[in-house]
């Protein structure tokens, strides 16, 4: 038998059956641990998360990760020591027996005297400082290879019995996992946590490099050896076995197996450095994003842009690869949900089209736009299920297929030019068009691999050079990368009503607002918006304009006054808005950035003093006590380079602004949302939900009322499919109008009347930064969510209900169009469903941020946060005790729910139901 793979990872299992992903366990014993495995490089600490248990190789973290309640298992082999260990060199050598030639490694005296110690200090000692409390044993047969007498024997199994109990003895918090070590079980069992083994279905061939299959002999040795492990001490089993990673189906089919023989699978390559399959499965939700970087510098300045909304509706977030630079290497399957690319006039480079060819031959999925970037005849064409009778464009006549995708926000037309014979041999076509001789064209098309939509049939440039969809993107992209139905991660709403925040970015403070007096706009907006509505308002300054040493020194005494009167105010939290508010952030640090920030005397741009120093100024000079800097707000045309986004990570500060929202019923198209965010270079720039007044009034030229039609930008992202927050977002400038300050009110006033939560622009950002890191990974039961600061999924209501017994830390539900919004009350949350709708009592909407939330039977127990007066309803409460800070409440019936209103923002409240 093979030895364990010296780097391990498992994951998260969905087995398909009858269409339907399900698992069934053999044993109904105590529950089974999930357990993961990766020695592969840069672990994936997010989706490694929502296991219980996890084992990696050290070397390649720094520490132990802290997420959760995962367990993190330090991969540590016991019977033999490789070279490329710390402690090797001080291995006396006369403690070698020999060598395991297949994987390198040096077999080691058990039955040294001096070896528990050496295992202990040299071994142990050092991965418990780094924070791990669990270590898997490997190599605990290596033994074998040498000793071959009965007393040699004995003395290797004596000698590994002194080490893991030495282990206990010094560190009893630790949990061990025995890989395999059949022969010393007898005396070590009571110190384990589990036992591994290899190889019951399909293994490695180390010797050869191939994958095998098990015998049945081989099954029934394993299974006698493991019976008393199972039967008589009661021990967790997890078996592992090897399949190749582009086999994903057979890995599947594989953990299975392992399942109904009562194993805790994990089905990987043999060198554990892929996501494999287990207990669970992770959904991935990341997909690799082509893009030609020599027509774009950056995705931000591509059409790219326009698939990021759909995508992120999904619940997916984008890795952009530039196919110019080097393609992203490893095994794809397991880690990307697919590849998307635009490919609008594109023809890949062959190292890129190498690497596209084996991802699809895996099994990737790939949707493409606008053009295919290969050559349509030979070896692709065959590949991609294609027929292009290479005879000259024609004009397209007319339309002979049209897939119910289409006609989303406008209807395709043949076009004159651009017709080319491509016919799909394979696949669903679309949309299919024919000319004068009847030739077919097959614009778009669910292929086995994926599928495509050429241009120009996906989305119609209108005069005003605005877009429409010709094909409804979610639903396209939902079939074409066959995405499985489970929950998906949602920013726009939180504990059943939709997420609101308001930002004020800091130009015109200065201002002087057409009202009596000319007071300065700054005050104007504190007054009228800020005190009046209570609501959580996130405010920004720009340094260069109200600090002494700016623009404007004669004003700064008094607007300086003017913002720590608002910056003290317990519903507004700091933000920064630059030090000169550069206009084009690409422009920084060259020759001619000058003249693309505010002009302020002796001040050459600098990225440091934009950023950290504008932060800094307004720490030490307008913020109270207590509070301090909490966002940076991207000025001018908010495309900063990843240089500039890091250095508010590094400032201690989140960021957001930019990503144009402007959908309005003069743009009424998806064309025009913007998505979460953009990450690149390593960093992640997080948009606005909505755009600002200076949008709806054509750049400050009025009408200067325009900022009311961001109430139908409200609406318009609220259909059956919700794609934004409400985002009140303005200048100070909007102050300085009565019809523009009319405008705002107006717009605070409808978003009143809304079921929202209210929230800071920091705490909507922190969600938006976990959408880009949340893990979801199923079972037989459900869904492990590793969520972060997120607090809310989706999933279609044909999916079921939530199981509230069944889970964990689900506060309750809420519905919305085809969908059920799902509350989460932790980073970390298990979510089980069930056919009916719970009887038991659930939150079904809150107004306040939910905190402390505790469950059990017939009791509940949380605490809610705003800063306006708070409303809850719950469900199934009309025979239980509601209480707010120990007060009875009485509620109103609202069809089969109960609502409470209180006058507080604050309560801890508690729910007893007899």
């Known amino acids: 038998m093979p030895y364990l793979a010296r780097r391990v990872c498992t994951y998260f299992l969905f087995v398909l059956i009858l269409g339907s992903w399900t698992i069934q366990l053999a044993r109904a014993a105590t529950p089974q ?38 367990r993190w298992f330090a991969y540590m082999s016991l019977g033999e020591i490789t070279a490329d260990q710390p402690y090797a060199k001080s291995l006396p050598p006369s403690w070698v027996l020999g060598k395991n030639d297949a994987w390198g490694g040096v077999i080691v005296d058990q039955s040294q005297p001096d070896w528990p110690a050496f ?47 030495a282990i206990r003895i010094r560190y009893p918090d630790l949990q061990l996992i025995a890989n395999r070590g059949f022969e010393v079980m007898p005396s070590i069992h009571a110190d384990l946590a589990a036992v591994a083994f290899e190889s019951l279905y399909r293994g490695w061939d180390q010797s050869r490099k191939r994958y095998v299959e098990a015998s049945e002999s081989d099954r029934a040795w394993l299974k006698q050896q493991l019976a008393p492990i199972v039967n008589d001490y009661k021990l967790p089993v997890i078996a592992i076995d090897y399949v190749a990673p ?140 294609l027929i292009d009778d290479g005879k000259p464009e024609t004009p397209a006549r007319k339309i002979v297929t049209q897939s119910p995708l289409y006609d989303f926000e406008i209807a395709p037309r043949p076009q004159r030019d651009g017709f080319r014979g491509l016919t799909a041999k394979q696949g669903e076509p679309l949309l299919s068009l024919s000319d004068a ?23 119609s440039e209108m005069p005003d050079q605005s877009n429409r969809w010709q094909l409804d993107p979610i639903a396209f992209f939902q079939r074409a990368l066959r995405l499985p139905p489970g929950p998906i991660a949602d920013v726009t709403t939180e504990n059943g009503r939709r997420v609101f925040l308001m930002h004020l970015d800091g130009d015109g403070f200065v201002s002087r607002a057409e009202m009596p007096n000319r007071p300065y706009a700054g005050e104007v907006m504190m007054n009228e918006v800020l005190k009046k509505y209570g609501l959580p308002a996130t405010v920004s300054v720009i340094e260069g304009e109200v600090a002494p ?45 000058e003249d693309y920030h505010l002009e302020i005397p002796g001040y050459t741009l600098d990225l440091n003093r934009e950023i950290a120093g504008s932060i800094d100024y307004i720490n030490h000079r307008l913020a109270p006590p207590g509070k301090q800097t909490k966002v940076f707000l991207w000025t001018g045309d908010c495309k900063p380079m990843p240089d500039a986004v890091g250095l508010t990570r590094k400032a201690g500060v989140l960021n957001m602004n930019g990503g144009d929202t402007v959908i309005t019923k003069r743009l009424p198209s998806i064309t025009a949302v913007a998505p979460v965010g953009l990450p690149f270079g390593g960093e992640l720039q997080i948009f606005a939900p909505n755009q600002n007044e200076n949008v709806y009034t054509n750049d400050w030229t009025g009408p200067f009322y325009g900022y009311r039609r961001v109430i139908e930008t409200f609406e318009m992202t609220d259909g059956e499919r919700r794609l934004k927050p409400i985002n009140i977002y303005l200048h100070f400038y909007a102050a300085s109008k009565r019809a523009s300050l009319d405008a705002v009110q107006q717009a605070v006033s409808w ?26 990974a199923r079972d037989d039961k459900g869904f492990a969510i590793h969520a972060g600061a997120l607090r809310t999924v989706r999933i279609p209501a044909e999916l079921g209900y939530p199981d509230i017994a069944a889970s964990r830390n689900i506060a309750g539900f809420s519905e919305h169009g085809k969908e059920r919004y799902v509350h989460l009350a932790d980073d970390s949350a298990y979510l089980a469903l069930q056919a009916t709708a719970p009887t038991q009592p659930y939150l079904a909407d809150a107004s306040g941020l939910l905190k402390k939330w505790q469950s059990a039977p017939g009791k509940l127990s949380f605490a809610l946060d705003s800063t306006r007066p708070l409303t809850f309803a719950m469900a199934n409460t009309a025979r239980c005790s509601v209480r707010a800070d120990n007060v009875v409440l009485t509620p109103r019936n609202e069809a089969a729910l109960q609502r409470y209103t209180l006058s507080r923002h604050a309560a801890q409240i508690d729910v007893s139901c007899g």
């Open 437 to 459: 001789n009847g030739r077919r064209f097959d614009a778009a098309a669910i292929m086995p691999w994926g599928g495509y939509v050429l241009d120009p049939y996906f989305r």
């Open 119 to 165: 295992v202990v200090d040299k071994m142990v000692t050092p991965l418990y400082q780094l924070g791990y409390r669990g270590l898997f044993l490997d190599t605990l047969d290596s033994w074998q290879i040498v000793a071959k007498t009965p007393q040699g024997q004995q003395a290797q199994i004596d000698g590994l019995a002194r080490a893991i109990r």
């Open 33 to 70: 641990p999930s357990v993961a495995f990766f020695y592969g490089e840069s672990p994936p600490i997010d989706a490694l998360s929502t296991f219980d248990w996890v084992v990696v190789e050290p070397g390649n973290l720094a520490t132990a990760p802290t997420t959760g309640t995962t």
């Open 549 to 593: 040493t700016g623009l404007y020194p004669k004003d700064s005494p008094a607007v300086e006054a003017i913002a720590r009167q608002i910056f003290a105010l317990p519903n507004v939290e700091i933000a920064s808005h630059s030090f000169s508010h550069p206009f084009q952030w690409g422009r920084v640090n060259t020759n001619n950035a």
């Open 751 to 776: 978003a009143l009347k809304q079921p929202i939560t209210p929230m800071f622009a920091s705490q909507y950002i922190e969600r938006a930064n976990a959408f880009f890191s949340a893990t979801i």
């Open 246 to 385: 582009a086999k994903r189906a057979l890995a599947r089919r594989t953990a299975e197996q392992i399942l109904a023989d009562g194993f805790i699978p994990w089905v990987a390559d043999p060198y554990l450095k892929t996501i494999g399959v287990g207990l669970r499965e992770v959904q991935p939700r990341k997909v690799l994003f082509l893009y030609d970087g020599q027509r774009f510098s950056t995705p931000m300045r591509s059409d790219l842009l326009a698939l990021l909304t759909p995508l992120n509706y999904l619940g997916l977030t984008p890795e952009f690869v530039d196919v110019r630079g080097p393609m992203p290497g490893g095994v794809l399957i397991g880690r990307y949900a697919g590849i998307v690319s635009w490919l609008d006039g594109v023809t890949l480079p062959a190292p890129a089209q190498a690497w596209l060819r084996h991802a699809i031959d895996d099994g990737l999925p790939w949707v493409t736009f606008a053009g295919l970037g290969v050559e349509t005849r030979g070896d692709w064409a065959q590949r991609l299920g």
